[in-house]
């Protein structure tokens, strides 16, 4: 894969970048600078699940009463949490360094780091959207429910075909759709004799 610079992306199918109505949820102004950087980045299948992450996080922010401030993070999050998830090995590296040796042997699960480390490149400073887009794959704090809106979101939009219980529930009751999802993930990863990133069994542990 040819080596990109983040200082250097031209969206596709667009010469400037601005987001058009065809956009969906991210024809909000508040998103527009990242936009096209993202779809430079991101496969086409990729950028269509995070289209449906961001309808899903919005629904989910909304039906749980969060703020209009945290609702335009939920979007912003949702927007750049995958911006990495199609990077090689090597453009992972040169954003985010190994923390463990689950990351040492598969550096794809640093995506959600990358990711944050990349959207800070791009200007995005609010600690709480950088933390929910490195929280989407392992888990978030107590607390966190921007980056707990776009957790259930990642892990329910419906073009996954699962848990669509996680994202019934997450309508009435973000934090017991979150537990239902941290919990689901582990008991899969057991089950599979998978390796466990250590802060996915944190947040694991916390649950309890």
């Known amino acids: 894969m040819t080596q990109r610079s983040d200082l250097d992306i031209t969206p596709r199918g667009s010469s400037n970048g601005a987001p058009s109505a065809a956009e969906g949820p991210f024809s909000s102004s508040a998103v527009a600078p990242y936009l096209g950087r993202v779809k430079a980045l991101v496969s086409p299948e990729r950028f269509e699940h995070i289209r449906r992450v961001a309808v899903l996080a919005q629904q989910i922010a909304a039906s749980n009463g969060f703020s209009s401030e945290d609702q335009d993070r939920v979007l912003l999050a949702a927007l750049l949490h995958d911006a990495a998830r199609d990077m090689s090995d090597a453009e992972l590296l040169s954003l985010a360094q190994p923390q463990n040796e689950v990351e040492e042997g598969h550096p794809l699960a640093m995506h959600g780091r990358a990711a944050s480390r990349l959207a800070a490149r791009w200007g995005v400073q609010d600690p709480v959207v950088l933390g929910a887009i490195e929280g989407h794959v392992f888990g978030v704090h107590a607390g966190d429910h921007v980056g707990a809106a776009v957790y259930v979101a990642d892990v329910s939009e419906p073009g996954r075909g699962v848990n669509d219980d996680v994202r019934e529930l997450a309508m009435v009751d973000l934090w017991d759709a979150y537990a239902r999802a941290v919990r689901r993930k582990v008991e899969y ?20």
């Open 189 to 208: 990863l057991r089950r599979e004799g998978k390796e466990i990133h250590p802060a996915t069994l944190r947040a694991y542990e916390a649950l309890t």
